[in-house]
């Protein structure tokens, strides 16, 4: 399938669906579609359930036989069959005893391997999703959809999903054993259940939307926490701890009023259980009186029939109970499953994607526009070939659109408009895993992994030894820096690579990038300033990782600037100029003559 | 000594953050006068750790949770009941209300079926008004019973999200405190599972408590009842409680490792999510989607089994719970019949013992579903409160700093710092800045300028030496005090998920034409007001929505506004255009910002600011002077700042440098 349509503005920004809008069973369908597990063996799992709820019923029976008929025998005490009965019973609820336990441990079993398939799928989908879409979404949302929102799915599918079953099954016998006894009674049974039943939908509702609410909170909450977290310094040298933390009890009461309200809810509605029951015992009495004028029925099956309906009531309220706390976990469920089925537009055409050829790539940009979802456009009608092999910078005002181009050639987003082709094929029908293979962007602010060097310039080549690695940096002139580390390929570089320094980060970036050994590098903004040493390091760097290779850098200098082969100037979103840096920088009152004059004025 | 930091005032002052709980439990801090750095590092200490116990209660007055699980559960417990006593005594009396009209539902039909059922069948009338008793008998004891329900589930709902709320802003408010070297310590992922995960998991139990509790009574009731028929028989019965006891104690047993596991394990998956979604961009344009996914299914796997084999524990012991009284029944049936026949007893005391300890298989599973919460609980209580014994606090004075406009003075008396005894990263650094005047740090990777800056801005204080700032130490002065004269505008630029006036303001009571102002100074007015709602435009988490450039500029603007007396550039303009950092510059020298200024930087536009320039390397002061005087003076110096024209114009650098 090469599906090659252009992404519409409108989609390249999806937000998470939030999942609100389906039911509780559609929910569990879909839920069961992406955790295959959750079905396996589920037959033997609700056999041994309803052999665990018999015992609920077989063992006041059997103990209740062994009172009647052993210990009140008519003639006194019946020792003999008192024991047997007693071990009879014993055996009983053993034997429910280990049904029972087996039941919750395939339970247990089965929806902790499914929740462990559904976190990783919804964890795999969120890193699927457009770069727009994981930029929107609060970090610590992103986080409690695939780590505490699975965690409530879990007790809802142990202690309550089958146990639903089993309580409907119960309502089902108890209903036929009513009807046998007595229709009239069993009818008034039902209709003093009929409001609970009736309301069950409108609470139902009510719930769900509660719920969603508290797990809404639960990933706003996180994202205020982490706030203080992550921004420790801002938050210290600016001594604004006070504000912040009335942000977070913001959050916190929020989440808390939220979740007293859904427990609201839940206990109101349990509650209705409870008031049918008395009322369902009362007409019951009241209408078997009635009955009993007309001939129509014994006092012994009134009152038969009032012991009857425990029956019924049990497993009624049991079941009440558990669709009420179910809500909570279907919540959760909801949120993960949202990520799922969130579109996650930047299409690959899987195998049936076209593979780039290896070797430096050229390219074309036929067309190109872009836009953020209903925002104006950023880049416009951009025609722009680049020969294989060539270094091209391209440079203009922050804002320019000049960053996008990068997020483009490397299909972090598509154009809203035209193509951008790489080898004269359109990156849309270019194999994601070819397509990563040959191009690699280098962006701004290298993000490293809290883990060692070498770990972190593995993502660019997974397999690569220690020695290669420093094959690689010999390569780059980063031998004896890398050398110079107090742990060498082992050192630690701490969360977000911030025990190295920036200009350290890009060394990392760019042995990252070598590794990887691409056909077209493109670098954004890679070279923003640190001392002048390190520079030179990561400036000769450069200059051998972008040999034999099509290069693209977004740049900020002058020299960057004057070293390409090609200089391609962005301004509103269009390019306006293009040209080597001599005739560019002749050009005067030119854009590029502009900024030519401000970096000649930075450097002297 | 220095550091006489503690007056009963400061003391209020310093613990706002934690006094603005109105529900708080911790107890005022108490006054006292510290003799010294560490001294007053100790009685910190020892005020965080009065803090910890006074929330803990009495279980343990340094040590914390001790004993066996069930008694750890239970203290942790205490803790809720004491913090929310009334709202566990509604809920309490809820479960109290709704046993014993559970009770009373069986009296209501045995009354009704003596006096109207019966009587109705028997006469063959019945008057409308018995009708109605039953109808009003039914349902008063159904609605009182439901309100039962009521108060005990929203009760039992409102003490735990009440007790969630006190634990999060308490872990918050410890986030808020902590040093920068703890937070460095501590991965995101972990700090964020702490406030989440682990604070549920602290007061799981508080759910099934009231029921626990209100069935106690019953139990109660049912023992007593049960001695009363027939001692011997009772106390056959009641030989389910130590096999009960014994139960409980081996499932605690296994299960409380599991459970430690699993919220550890918990916290683990939470890093990695929280690293891996920071991190996407890499992840995407290198393609690593797969071996990222693979990272976290290991630890998710991993969870995956700690949990099965906690469930199969608990699969066990729910059952086991309700086993144990059934079968102390039949142990009762079997011993009864033969007291029966050898007449010690009589039928009827055995139906009465026997039915009894049916009643009492009620509570022993509600207690037993609030034993079943407890090691998750105990586990989680133990996380939260490793956070809130944290240590390190930083001390704050009672000094002033001078109001009024015009640059402060800075000074830095042989200053030492290091995390690690044997790896200084400063060494008696001395210098200082006049007021109005410009310093600029220079020194390659490493050599310690951003350490010196965390010093400024006392983001830690120095092992050694001091800080004056206007001739007070920077300890000396009360909390909040410094930043009203100095602003500091680090590397990477740090957003809130905010509008851009609250971005900037930072709650600070600013008109919108000083926002504007600052924002022209840092050449962010021009984006900024091109946004569709300017400065109410929301900027998303860490300001994603923005370029580097621009939230290094929005960063700068923060700082403007609050027209710092000490201005402290930690290479604050690194990743903007030098178009635009020129007009920065400019803006800076020429606004009337008189500021003193302290700027690490490696542009020589940057560096040709400064009044004097501190060659930095290898956590020492090498030279100082002027940027003209050091290029010739110190000549690694020169091959430092030069080594960027070295590279890539060819020429010799100083001769350039000299004719600039």
């Given at each position: ?604 | ?51 910890v116990?006074?929330?803990s209660g009495?279980w343990g007055?340094?040590r914390g949770l001790s004993g066996s699980t069930t008694r750890q559960g239970f203290a942790v417990l205490g803790v809720s009941i ?81 007790m969630?709320?006190?634990t ?26 702490n406030?989440?995960s682990d604070v549920e998991a602290a007061w799981g139990p508080i759910a099934p408590l ?38 409980n104690l081996?499932y605690q047993h296994y299960s409380s490792p599991l459970m430690t596991r699993a919220q550890q394990?918990r916290a ?42 906690a469930?199969?524990i608990r ?55 609030l034993l079943g919460e407890l090691p998750r609980s105990v586990v989680g209580f133990r996380r939260v409160t490793s956070v809130l014994e ?271």
């Amino acid at each position: 399938m090469s599906t090659t349509t252009s992404a519409t503005p409108a989609t390249s920004g999806t937000v998470l669906d939030s999942g609100e809008d389906f039911k509780a069973i559609d929910t569990i369908r879909r839920g069961v579609r992406f955790s295959p597990e959750l079905k396996e063996g589920i037959g033997l799992t609700l056999v041994l359930a309803v052999l665990a709820s018999l015992g609920q019923v077989v063992v006041p029976i059997a103990v209740q036989q062994t009172l009647d008929r052993g210990l009140n025998a008519p003639g006194g005490p019946d020792t003999s069959f008192t024991l047997a009965a007693a071990l009879v019973a014993a055996a009983a609820i053993v034997l429910t005893s280990v049904a029972s336990y087996l039941m919750t441990a395939r339970l247990f079993t089965a929806s902790e391997r499914g929740l462990a398939t559904l976190r990783t799928k919804a964890f795999r989908h969120v890193h699927d999703l457009p770069l727009l879409t994981q930029n929107t979404e609060r970090r610590g949302a992103l986080v409690s959809r695939v780590t505490s929102d699975v965690d409530q799915v879990s007790q809802f599918l142990v202690f309550g999903g089958l146990l639903f079953v089993v309580s409907v099954g119960q309502v089902l016998v108890a209903t036929v054993v009513m009807v046998v006894y007595s229709w009239q009674l069993a009818l008034v049974v039902w209709l003093c259940f009929a409001p609970l039943f009736l309301s069950l939908r409108y609470f139902q509702r009510k719930l769900s939307a509660a719920y969603a609410t508290v797990r809404r909170q639960v990933g706003l909450m996180l994202s205020a926490v982490s706030e203080p977290v992550v921004g420790a310094a801002v938050v210290k040298s600016y001594a604004v701890e006070s504000r912040t933390q009335a942000r977070i009890d913001e959050a916190v009461a929020a989440h808390q009023s939220a979740s007293t309200r859904a427990q609201g809810f839940t206990a109101f509605s349990f509650s209705l259980g409870g008031v049918s029951a008395g009322l369902a015992n009362a007409g019951v009495l009241i209408v078997g009186i009635w009955l009993g004028f007309g001939d129509d029925i014994s006092a012994g099956t009134v009152l038969a029939f009032a012991y009857i309906v425990t029956l019924f009531v049990g497993p009624v309220q049991m079941g009440t109970q558990i669709l009420t706390d179910a809500q909570n976990a279907i919540a959760g469920w909801r949120r993960v499953i949202g990520i799922l089925e969130t579109p996650a537009d930047l299409v690959d055409p899987g195998p049936e994607g076209r593979v780039l050829p290896r070797g430096p790539v050229d390219i074309r940009l036929a067309g190109v526009g872009f836009a953020y979802p209903g925002g104006p456009p950023v880049l416009r009608d951009i025609d722009l070939e680049i020969a294989a092999g060539r270094r091209v910078a391209v440079v203009g005002e922050t804002g320019s659109g000049k960053s996008t181009i990068a997020k483009l050639l490397t299909r972090l987003m598509d154009p809203s408009e035209g193509a951008v082709l790489l080898d004269g094929i359109d990156v849309r029908d270019i194999a994601q895993a070819s397509l990563r293979r040959s191009v690699v962007l280098v962006p701004q602010e290298g993000f490293l992994f809290d883990d060692t060097i070498a770990a972190n310039v593995r993502y660019g080549l997974l397999d690569a030894t220690d020695d290669q690695i420093r094959a690689s940096a010999d390569e780059l002139g980063l031998g004896d820096w890398l050398a110079g580390l107090p742990a060498g390929l082992e050192t630690m570089v701490g969360q977000r690579g911030e025990s190295l320094s920036a200009g350290e980060r890009q060394l990392v970036a760019l042995l990252r990038a070598h590794l990887a050994d691409p056909d077209l590098l493109v670098l954004d903004e890679a070279t923003s300033a640190v001392d002048p040493a390190l520079e030179m390091r990561i400036g000769r760097a450069l200059e051998r990782l972008m040999s034999g290779r099509t290069s693209v850098t977004i740049a900020h200098r002058l020299s960057t600037a004057e070293s390409a082969d090609e200089v391609v100037v962005v301004d509103h979103g269009r390019v306006v100029q293009r040209g080597p840096h001599a005739v560019l920088v002749g050009e005067a009152g030119s854009v590029y003559a502009g900024l030519h004059a401000s970096w000649v004025a930075q450097s002297s | 000594m220095l550091w006489v930091i503690a007056t009963p005032d400061n003391a209020g002052n310093r613990r706002s953050t934690w006094d603005s709980d109105p529900h708080r439990l911790t107890a005022r801090r108490r006054p006292g006068i510290a003799s010294g750095p560490r001294a007053v590092a100790r009685e910190t200490t020892d005020e965080v750790q009065e803090r910890v116990t006074q929330r803990s209660g009495p279980w343990g007055r340094k040590r914390g949770l001790s004993g066996s699980t069930t008694r750890q559960g239970f203290a942790v417990l205490g803790v809720s009941i004491r913090r929310e006593p009334w709202i566990f005594t509604l809920s309490t009396l809820g479960s109290v209300l709704f046993g014993a009209l559970t009770v009373a539902d069986a009296w209501v039909l045995g009354w009704s079926t003596d006096n109207v059922v019966l009587p109705a069948f028997e006469d063959g009338e019945i008057g409308s008004g018995m009708l109605v008793a039953v109808l009003a008998l039914f349902l008063g004891v159904a609605i009182l019973r439901a309100v039962g329900i009521v108060a005990r589930r929203l009760g039992a709902g409102v003490m735990q999200y009440r007790m969630q709320a006190h634990t999060r802003r308490a872990v918050t408010r410890q986030y808020l405190a902590l040093p920068m070297e703890w937070h460095q310590r501590h991965p995101t992922g972990q700090l964020l599972s702490n406030a989440n995960s682990d604070v549920e998991a602290a007061w799981g139990p508080i759910a099934p408590l009231p029921m626990a509790v209100g069935t106690v009574a019953m139990m109660a009731i049912a023992v007593g009842q049960m001695f009363l028929a027939d001692v011997v028989l009772a106390l056959v019965g009641l030989l389910v409680f130590p096999v009960v006891i014994l139960a409980n104690l081996a499932y605690q047993h296994y299960s409380s490792p599991l459970m430690t596991r699993a919220q550890q394990l918990r916290a683990e998956l939470s890093e990695i999510a929280h690293e891996s979604f920071d991190g996407a961009m890499v992840v995407k344009t290198l393609g690593r989607e797969g071996e990222e996914t693979r990272r976290f299914a290991a630890k998710a796997e991993e969870l995956r089994d700690v949990n099965i084999r906690a469930g199969r524990i608990r699969a066990a012991f729910d059952p086991t719970l309700a086993a144990l009284p059934n079968l102390g029944v039949l142990v009762v049936l079997a011993v009864g019949v033969s007291r029966v026949l050898g007449g010690a007893s009589d039928a009827g005391d055995v139906v009465t013992v026997s039915y009894l300890l049916t009643v009492v298989s009620f509570p022993i599973r509600s207690i037993g579903w609030l034993l079943g919460e407890l090691p998750r609980s105990v586990v989680g209580f133990r996380r939260v409160t490793s956070v809130l014994e944290a240590r390190g606090e930083m001390p704050y004075g009672a000094g002033r700093v001078a109001s009024g406009r015009g640059g402060a003075a800075l000074r830095v008396e042989g200053v030492a710092y290091a995390h690690d005894p044997d790896q200084p990263l400063l060494r008696d650094v001395a210098f200082e800045v006049p007021p109005g005047r410009t310093v600029a740090l220079v020194g390659a990777t490493a050599s310690g300028k951003t350490t010196l800056v965390s010093l400024l801005t006392r983001l830690v204080d120095p092992d050694d030496g001091r800080i004056l700032l206007d001739g007070t130490d920077l300890r000396d002065l009360a909390h909040g005090e410094l930043p009203r004269a100095v602003a500091v505008v680090p590397q990477t630029a740090f957003l809130f998920d905010d509008t851009v006036r609250g971005n900037v303001t930072l709650g600070l009571d600013v008109s919108d034409e000083e926002v504007w102002a600052a924002l022209r100074t840092a050449q962010a007015d021009g984006f900024v007001a091109a946004l569709p709602a300017g400065l109410d435009a929301r900027l998303g988490e860490r300001g994603t929505s923005l370029s580097g450039g621009q939230r290094q500029r929005i960063s700068l603007a923060r700082a403007l506004v609050r027209r710092p007396r000490l201005l402290v550039l930690d290479d604050a303009t690194s990743a903007v255009d030098p178009e635009v950092e020129a007009r920065i510059l400019a803006g800076l020298r020429e606004g009337g910002h008189d500021a003193t200024l302290v700027v690490v930087a490696y542009r020589k536009a940057t560096i040709g600011l400064a009044d004097e320039v501190l060659h930095l390397s290898g956590g020492r002061i090498v030279s100082r002077g002027t940027h003209a005087e050091l290029l010739v003076t110190d000549p690694a110096y020169a091959h430092l700042v030069n080594a960027y024209e070295q590279q890539h114009d060819g020429t010799a650098p100083v001769s350039a440098e000299v004719q600039a």
